[in-house]
């Protein structure tokens, strides 16, 4: 067999093409290896190998480092992998014309042998190299687009690695603020760059999906790949950035929701702080001035006035009291959420509360005083037009004669008039000067009304004359009795009786029952004032009994009629004070449940969101304050019961007792409703943070469980697919074999993770539906999946590994055996004499070449793939060196067979030549036999004529030529044999 080789080398470009063209044109169908070219550009390196079978060409990249689909796994390194390909593709584009002059220079002996076919020949070949370029370029600009996705996707990572750091430092460093504007725009800060980390995770995700794409679908060509591990080793590196920087982005969303936390309380806390300011502010400037008003107006408008102005300012201050109510709340909340400012909190709002409560009530005695103003000057006016009536009737009685009964009898009752039109009205002139005091400035104009009405009075009554008189005449006892019937009966009638039937409504609000209650108390002070002369009177009328007076039994009957009336006047006053006492404290139970139920309220709808995170003293404080309000709701309860109870036996027709039933059934209905829908509140809120707690735990738990099966499995793998397994394999069949065991013992072992991945992802699926796992759980499930299947691609890999090294190393044994066997041949098979033989052997044996040379190939090619998958497993340079013996082992021994064979080919070679010397010395001995006849049979025979003679002599002639082409063939079998040392025989 032929043989042509022709290489090239290029200094100034790195390039060394060298060319292997097989000579035998009868062979051109099968694939021929034609040539290898090798690029280098740094760490790079492609080697390409054009394949040949008749007039097909096939470019095809026979090695590449690094692999195909190792795209980097760093920004920087994924920049070099970029630039050195780049590089390489202009050093391969540079060279595409001489390959295809080298594919010329392999294929001359084919226009040789087939001259007129070679011009079709070599254009289809040059046609099918084209395509093949093209198709190689294409595969080589489909890395490059992967290597311009890994460096966009490596840039994006690091950007968002870097908005991280930022968002991190930013969280743990980041001071709060000292006023509400500044925690308000930190806050908002906060929530941007959460955006902004969550917007460069998108795009990092985005660009990793899209890179994973790219690799799985230049993956899926197997043109380009060998296997599906190199595939899955090229997406394992970018998934698990992935997964780092998505687990990281979640423990940062913890961190970012514990400082948003942190900031709500802060700006909590400043919003009570801003809040008590402006309340304590207000308080101090705008409540203090209004409350050093004390003028309570001199007369009805002026007072009606005021009372109008009062309202207004109120309607202020009751929101002010709600804004002091809801700061109270908030701080008490935040207290509870374990701030670590709780007892200046707490100091504050104490004290804020106690200013507004204080406040409170002085506005709230100011507003009684201006309501008792209106009604003293409406009793001062009403008064005032009596007396002027009375005056006139006085006037009137100046022509009756003036020691007459009846004029007597007229001026007796004028004079009890004046008493009963002036009664009420001083009455309340005299309690609100005590209230307010005599000498307060803003009581001049009630003090000038009451001093009028008393001149007023007083001046009329001195008119009334004409039944002193008759007093006089009439003994002491009688006018002491008359004096306190008068004085009694006058006041039950105008005062007692009077203000019963003016304070029918007992009022709806906590204001209104306490007006009520505490006027009824001044009438119950009143009422212990007058019951002494009660007492007297009946005395006197017994007294005037036991003396004898004829008007005894009169004034015996008057007086036990009026202390009857007296006692059931008071009787009524009692019953009123203990149903006010009932109403007030109905109004006290509401008041207090109406703050807690507003409390627990607030506290339900702000921590809704944060359940998670809620410490165990705010659980806490929701059950202390629902109890509570429990229990303020038993005693509102029963407090209305009380009332209706009591109220039921009240018989006062004055008394509009339905009005404060109706208001206690309203209220009582409506706590009830409130109730229930705060029930509802509260037990959704107390499902859902013992549910969320529960959850929780059993989720940080799985997933502590589940870290730790991932963690085991990653472990476990190690085990028969370490590196030093790997590089087991280099050390033989038998190395091989024991590998196969103790996977096989490994399997039951590996069932048994896998069986509990299963479960890990059955218990994340059905326990991730039970709550918000904060994106926990997809980021778990990915892990396990992945874990999951390559684990399972491992074990399978392993076993496909372990077969082929068991087949490799079987086909080494039958190499060796088959070598050995030749070898024994060669030794022992004897060279055949005969030409024919010769030649046949020696054909046979170039075929054993080719059938050897094939089983080495394959075996050869099996023993790469053996190591490309070990070195896609990156198991290090150590193990790598000991798998690398395996194609050593192989290069060894087809060296050696290929020694033997070349040996044997040169005997073989030798023998054909000798037994094609040995058959023409068998000639030529007949030749020179056949001339020694010739000569024989001539010798004597000269000739008997000159014809004769000179055809004898020309016969000689020709037998000398003979005899000189005789030793010229007899020299060249000399020569042969004194080269190859044969003898000389």
Wanted: proline fraction near 2%.
């Amino acid at each position: 067999m032929s043989e042509a080789r022709a290489s090239e080398s290029n200094q100034e470009t790195g390039i060394l093409v060298e060319t292997d063209a097989a000579g035998d044109v009868s062979r051109q169908h099968e694939t021929t290896t034609i040539s290898t070219v090798a690029v280098q550009a740094g760490t790079s390196r492609i080697v390409l190998a054009i394949l040949k079978s008749g007039e097909w060409i096939r470019v095809k990249i026979h090695q590449m480092e690094p692999d195909m689909l190792d795209c980097g796994s760093s920004l920087a390194e994924s920049t070099i992998l970029r630039d050195q390909h780049d590089e390489m593709l202009a050093k391969l584009q540079a060279k595409q014309e001489n390959v295809v002059e080298l594919l010329g220079q392999a294929d001359t002996l084919i226009h040789v042998q087939k001259e007129q076919k070679a011009a079709e020949v070599y254009q289809a070949m040059a046609e099918s190299l084209g395509e093949a370029w093209k198709d190689l370029n294409a595969q080589l600009e489909l890395r490059k687009v992967l290597l311009d996705q890994s460096v966009a996707f490596h840039q994006k990572a690091e950007d968002f690695t870097e908005k991280m750091n930022h968002a991190q430092e930013s969280f743990q460093t980041a001071p709060l603020a000292d006023d509400v504007a500044t925690t308000q725009s930190l806050l908002q800060q906060h929530q941007e760059l959460r955006k902004f980390v969550l917007e460069a995770s998108m795009y990092t995700l985005n660009e990793g999906q899209s890179l994973l794409d790219s690799i799985r679908e230049i993956g899926s060509h197997s043109e380009i790949t060998q296997n599906r591990h190199a595939t899955t080793a090229a997406c394992y590196g970018i998934e698990k950035m992935l997964e780092q920087l998505h687990d990281r982005r979640r423990r940062l969303e913890e961190l970012w929701l514990r400082k948003k936390i942190q900031l709500e309380q802060c700006l909590q806390l400043r919003q009570i702080e801003f809040d008590i300011h402006q309340i304590t502010e207000w308080l101090a400037k705008s409540g203090e001035d209004y409350l050093a008003q004390s003028d309570l107006g001199d007369s009805l408008p002026a007072a009606q006035q005021l009372v109008s102005e009062h309202n207004n300012f109120e309607t202020v201050a009751r929101e002010v009291q709600d804004r002091v109510f809801k700061v109270v709340r908030n701080g008490d909340q935040l207290i509870h959420t374990g701030h670590p400012n709780s007892p200046e909190i707490q100091q504050k709002t104490e004290m804020l509360a106690s200013q507004c409560e204080n406040f409170m009530y002085r506005l709230d005695e100011r507003r009684r005083n201006l309501t008792m103003t209106v009604v003293f000057f409406k009793s001062a006016q009403t008064a005032l037009t009596k007396l002027d009536q009375i005056e006139t009737q006085l006037t009137d009685t100046a022509n009756l004669p003036q020691n007459s009964a009846d004029l007597a009898e007229m001026h007796s009752m004028l004079a009890n008039a004046i008493i009963e039109v002036t009664g009420p009205a001083l009455r309340e002139g005299h309690i609100l000067l005590e209230r307010v005091g005599k000498n307060d400035p803003g009581a001049q104009g009630v003090s000038t009304m009451v001093s009028q009405l008393e001149q007023h009075s007083a001046n009329l009554d001195e008119l009334c004359e004409a039944h002193r008189k008759l007093e006089s005449e009439r003994g002491v006892t009688q006018n002491a009795f008359q004096d306190r019937y008068n004085n009694l009966h006058n006041w039950l009638v105008s005062v007692g009786r009077a203000f019963l039937a003016s304070h029918s409504d007992m009022g709806s609000t906590m204001a209104g029952a306490n007006d009520f209650l505490q006027m009824h108390e001044r009438l119950e002070q009143d009422i212990r004032e007058k019951d002494n002369i009660a007492k007297d009177l009946l005395e006197i009328s017994e007294e005037l009994v036991r003396s004898g007076d004829p008007t005894a039994q009169a004034s015996l009957q008057k007086a036990s009629q009026l202390n009857q009336n007296w006692t059931e006047f008071k009787l009524q006053v009692v019953a009123r004070l203990r149903l006010a006492h009932t109403f007030v404290e109905f109004h006290t139970c509401g008041m207090r449940l109406n703050n807690e139920m507003d409390s627990l309220e607030d506290t339900l709808k702000s921590t809704a969101d944060q359940v998670e995170f809620l410490p165990e003293s705010t659980l806490q404080l929701v059950e202390e304050r629902w109890s509570n309000i429990q229990r303020q709701f038993m005693q509102l309860k029963e407090v209305s019961d009380n009332f209706l109870a009591e109220s039921s036996q009240i018989q006062e027709a004055d008394l509009d007792v339905p009005r404060a039933e109706a208001c206690i059934n309203t209220l009582t209905q409506h706590f009830n409703e409130r109730g229930e829908v705060l029930e509802k509140m509260f037990t959704s809120w107390y499902q859902g943070v013992t549910a969320t707690k529960s959850f929780k735990t059993q989720w940080e738990q799985f997933m502590e469980e589940a870290r730790q099966t991932i963690t085991n499995v990653i472990q476990l793998e190690k085990e028969p697919f370490g590196p030093y397994a790997a590089a087991d394999l280099g050390k033989g069949l038998e190395g091989t074999l024991e590998q196969q065991r103790k996977l096989d013992e490994f399997l039951p072992q590996a069932q048994k993770a896998v069986t509990e991945l299963e479960v890990r992802l059955k218990t994340a699926e059905e326990l991730g539906s039970q709550g918000d796992t904060r994106g926990q759980k997809e980021q778990i499930v990915n892990e396990l999946l992945k874990v999951y299947r390559r684990f399972q691609l491992r074990i399978t890999e392993y076993q496909t590994l372990l077969t082929m090294a068991v087949t490799f190393y079987k086909n080494l044994d039958k190499l060796d055996t088959e070598i050995v066997k030749q070898e024994r041949e060669y030794q022992s098979q004897e060279c055949p004499v005969e030409v024919a033989k010769a030649e046949l052997l020696l054909h046979q044996h170039v075929a054993d070449k080719d059938n050897i040379g094939q089983f080495f190939r394959h075996t050869f090619n099996e023993g790469e793939k053996i190591v490309q998958r070990v070195r896609q497993q990156d198991v290090g340079e150590v193990p790598m060196e000991d798998v690398q013996n395996i194609l050593q082992v192989t290069e060894e021994k087809q060296k050696r067979w290929e020694h033997a064979w070349e040996q044997r080919q040169r005997q073989l070679q030798q023998n054909l030549k000798l037994s094609n010397l040995k058959n023409d010395f068998t000639k030529i001995s007949g030749m020179v036999d056949d001339l020694d006849n010739q000569v024989q049979s001539r010798k004597g025979q000269y000739g008997t004529t000159l014809q004769s003679a000179k055809m004898t002599s020309q016969a000689f002639v020709e037998f000398q030529k003979k005899l000189r082409g005789i030793g010229s063939a007899d020299s060249e079998v000399h020569q042969h044999c004194r080269v190859n040392d044969w003898g000389s025989s």
